[in-house]
Nanobody
Framework: QVQLVESGGGLVRSGGSLTLSCRSN?????ISWYRQTPGQEREWVAM???????NVKESLKDRFAISRDDSKNTVYLQMDNLKPEDTGVYYC????????WGRGTQVTVSS
């Protein structure tokens, strides 16, 4: 069974950067990053496929980038110029046929 594990979160100051990792135990064609900010529903952030198709939420394109290293079964989310409103729990999941949500990785951006 496919398993995904998120890592790389932490506490960073406004304007800082973080790179999140989503590691799977096997190659997954399409993986998306999501986030849930305080008081909000979980939202889609970015997607990557093994065919090098990528897409990032329009409002985040100037600061977030997604990439993958299939030799490591890992999808990355590079986040630059972080803002306090980016604070939340970040998750990755397969799409379609999503798996049960993992614990995610907490990102906290201080002002």
């Amino acid at each position: 069974q496919v398993q995904l594990v998120e890592s790389g979160g932490g506490l960073v100051r406004s304007g800082g950067s973080l790179t999140l990792s989503c590691r799977s135990n096997e190659t997954v064609f399409r993986i998306s990053w999501y986030r849930q900010t305080p008081g909000q529903e979980r939202e889609w952030v970015a997607m990557s496929t093994t065919t090098n198709y990528i897409n990032v939420k329009e409002s985040l394109k100037d600061r977030f980038a997604i990439s993958r290293d299939d030799s490591k079964n890992t999808v990355y989310l590079q986040m630059d110029n972080l803002k306090p409103e980016d604070t939340g729990v970040y998750y990755c999941n397969r799409f379609p046929a999503p798996l049960p949500w993992g614990r995610g990785t907490q990102v906290t951006v201080s002002s």
